[in-house]
């Protein structure tokens, strides 16, 4: 399969630049890179079927999203692999990279292989599982790690159930570290943010909803990076949203431990005052935070110390969110709305394009030891083609997820995935 | 008449002129029923369905009789025991009710924001009774209505609230109302019953009773629930009632003529001295009881008003 992808603006996330050029795909890989725009190719070498002009819109390598919940097993209504992979494909995500927070929990190679399996029949786009750390999620004894990696696990992680048992967290990290495995924590003091529904301050007090302090995602940093210290295991940090979180994961990554972090889109893009009159939709973990907040991660993405962006994709459905506040179940769905959203910070002015793909798609590959995630010749041909300016007013029920809950629903975007390619085969075409 | 709200769900939605709206009606209705005139007509043919998430014996109690004054037909549910429990959602609960067609709602539930969402949900009035750690309008209003015939007026006024503001919903209630009004506001308690943010309402905060009721005209006092106890809040009922339990000698901090609030049920000896609520020159707190059915008279009557008013317009419409 050989195709000739023409006329494009190549936005590499490697070099930081966003050029005329075109793209020659074959046997999966970016073959040949051109800087010209129409490469002086004859129809004899690519027959002019396989060949694509993108009439001047925006070519970057495939988003790979860290951080998915498919759920499947146990709540395949909610979404299953075949509609997560179609969404996945419609928002430009050409890596899926899942969590085991499912009912059971992934942590066996056994069920590890089911998923693989699942997602192999179903999914148009590469699907990468993460595998719990600890049996059950519960914090108790670790996984087997060795078994799991052989298995295909790329990370492990218990989300966000915080493992509160230091001794086990460090052993499970001494173990993870004879492995090489990555461990992918979640930053929170959980005795403090227990029982929370949104971050402390005037908002939460005029709701009179229960709240955490933002003070709790630092100390749970804190502690993971000691531990860090400790073991020397590889960590990523999922999701970095407070001001006051920076400072030690810079500290740690100056000391030169193999640290990272990421933040989702919501956090970059919506304040805790989003949730307004108890709209549940904005109910996400850890909850949405004040302004200042997320001025600061973007900055953070700007600069590089929080390395990756992710849409922290989260199923619900109607009945898990028609609830009052504190009842309701967190999280958005945001495979497919994560390309338009974060164009948001893109028109402000906030971050450029081959910043944002710096920590959408280059960062993710990198961390998870992929060859994706660049525009270089000999590269995976994972790609996203859009156009970072049309306008669309979303509505969440044209959404190809089962599951409709983004707070984005009636948002006006600009930014639409025009086609997305996989492996140098089109998965998705806008309609 | 200026009062066009379709529920009554918190202080927050009030304009000033709205709660005096409210509380001149609910003065009328308090003289009426001191003066045993019957006002049975106001709600006659109306039906009343008092729905009870939460435990509660005064407020029930008070809506009940206000409903049956005013000649409605009261039904009380006290949801604890029903259907939430055999795992019915709040909203299909809400569904079912509006189905059996009444006209006015009175609800009480644990979760802040839940009175909201069962609002959404149908066509007759709803009454707030308190949800979460939020709001409740009536206690606010009550309290005003208290405030105003002690103090003859409803403005300009210093009033110290006491106790655990961080859990109590007549305490943003009464924050809010009082604010609007133009009263100052101060707030006393031990930092760990504080709101985060609470700087940011426009009160003042006091850690030390004693300058917390220096010259204020009026003490309310909250009910400290036994649970904050266990979740250690604070080291124990002694130490809280040695410094923030209001007896005569740190009300004497307060002006001579300051009066004494409560919005029950108290604990005596733990957050108020029990001699001092029983004192008449000085506690209100049995006038309070009086005036809760006054102002949800009041607020029940208003509410109808503006349902008749919505149905006239959708028979219009219909018959059009």
């Known amino acids: 399969m050989t195709l000739l992808l023409t006329n494009a603006r190549l936005v590499d996330p490697e070099t930081g630049t966003v050029a005329p050029g075109a793209l020659l795909l074959r ?60 969404a996945a494909a419609a928002g430009g995500v050409t890596t899926i990279v899942t969590r085991p927070d499912t ?34 999620r519960e914090g108790r004894e670790m996984t087997e790690i060795g078994f799991l990696m052989d298995a295909g696990a790329v990370a492990f992680t218990d989300c966000d ?64 990076i000691a531990l860090i210290e400790m073991t020397g295991v590889r960590y990523h940090a999922d999701q970095i949203t407070t001001t006051r979180a920076l400072p030690a994961l810079e500290r740690a990554k100056r000391n030169g431990f193999d640290v990272t972090a990421g933040v989702s889109m919501h956090h970059l893009t919506l304040n805790e005052y989003d949730v307004a009159d108890y709209r549940t939709f904005f109910k ?91 525009l270089a010749k000999g590269a995976p041909a994972d790609l996203v083609l859009f156009d970072p300016d049309k306008p669309l007013v979303l509505d969440r029920f044209k959404l190809l997820s089962k599951s409709k809950n983004t707070p984005f629903d009636g948002a006006r975007l600009q930014g639409k995935v025009l086609e997305t390619f996989v492996s140098g085969t089109s998965v998705y075409r806008s309609p | 008449m200026s009062f066009s709200h379709r529920h009554l769900l918190g202080i927050e939605a009030l304009r000033p002129d709205e709660i005096s709206t409210l509380l001149d009606l609910s003065d009328t209705y308090a003289e009426r029923n001191r003066t045993r005139t019957s006002c049975t007509e106001v709600l006659a043919g109306m039906t009343q369905i008092n729905m009870f998430f939460e435990s509660s014996t005064r407020t029930l109690a008070s809506f ?72 409740h309008p009536t206690q606010a209003l009550l309290d005003a209505l208290t405030i105003r015939r002690a103090k003859g007026r409803l403005h300009r006024l210093s009033i110290a609230i006491c106790g655990d503001i961080a859990h109590s919903r007549v305490a943003r209630s009464n924050i809010m109302l009082l604010g609007k009004m133009e009263n100052r506001v101060r707030l006393v308690g031990p930092q ?26 009026v003490v309310m006092m909250l009910r400290l629930q036994k649970e904050r106890m266990d979740g250690g809040f604070i080291p124990s009922e002694r130490e809280y009632y040695h410094r923030y339990g209001l007896d005569a000698e740190k009300l004497g901090y307060a002006r001579d003529d300051a009066i004494v609030m409560h919005p029950g049920p108290m604990n005596r000896g733990v957050e108020i001295d029990g001699t001092l609520a029983d004192d008449i020159n000085r506690s209100v707190i049995q006038e309070q009881v009086e005036m809760g059915v006054a102002v949800r008279m009041a607020a029940m009557d208003l509410l109808a008003q503006s349902l008749r008013v919505r149905r006239a317009a959708q028979d219009v419409s219909v018959m059009a």
Request: charged share 25%.
């Open chain 1, 161 to 224: 159930s915080v493992v509160r048992d230091t001794k086990v967290l460090s052993r499970a990290m001494t173990y993870a570290r004879a492995l090489g495995a990555l461990i992918v924590g979640h930053p929170q003091e959980p005795n403090l943010s227990a029982g929370a529904a949104t971050t402390s301050g005037k908002f939460a007090s005029l709701r009179g909803l229960p709240a955490v302090s933002p003070m709790a995602e630092r100390m749970g940093i804190d502690r993971d």
């Open chain 1, 27 to 86: 046997n999966g890989v970016i073959a040949e890179r051109f800087d010209t725009p129409t490469p002086d190719i004859g129809t004899d070498h690519v027959p002019q079927d396989n060949r694509r002009d993108a009439q001047g819109k925006c070519v970057a390598p495939g988003i790979v999203d860290i951080g998915v919940k498919i759920c499947e097993p146990g709540e395949r209504h909610k979404e299953s692999y075949g509609s997560a992979g179609l």
């Open chain 1, 103 to 136: 009912a059971p929990a992934i942590d066996t190679p056994e069920s590890l292989e089911f998923i693989r399996r699942r997602a192999n029949e179903a999914a148009p786009v590469h699907v990468l599982p993460m595998a719990a750390l600890t049996k059950g």
């Open chain 2, 192 to 217: 760990t019953l504080m709101p985060s943010g609470i700087e940011d309402f426009g009160v003042e905060v006091f850690e030390d009773m004693r300058e917390g009721l220096r010259d204020v005209d």
């Open chain 2, 64 to 135: 009940e009789l206000a409903g049956k004054r005013l000649g409605a037909g009261v039904m009380n549910m006290a949801m604890q025991a029903s259907s939430l429990k055999k795992g019915e959602t709040l909203i299909d609960t809400a569904l079912t009710l509006n189905a059996m067609r009444p006209d006015l709602l009175v609800v009480r539930h644990p979760h802040s924001g839940a009175v909201d969402l069962l609002s959404q949900k149908v066509d007759c009035a709803v009454l707030n009774a308190g949800d979460g750690r939020h709001e």
């Open chain 1, 284 to 374: 996400v973990k850890p909850p949405l935070r004040a302004e200042d907040d997320r001025h600061a991660v973007v900055e953070a993405v700007k600069s590089g110390l929080i390395d990756v962006i992710g849409s922290f994709h989260t199923p619900q459905d109607e009945e898990s969110k028609r609830l009052p506040f504190e009842e309701a179940a967190s999280g958005a769905v945001g495979l497919e709305t994560l390309l338009p959203v974060l164009m948001r910070l893109y028109h402000s002015g906030d971050l450029d394009l081959p910043t944002l793909f710096r920590a959408l798609s280059l960062n993710p590959a990198r961390r998870l030891g992929l060859e994706c995630g660049r």
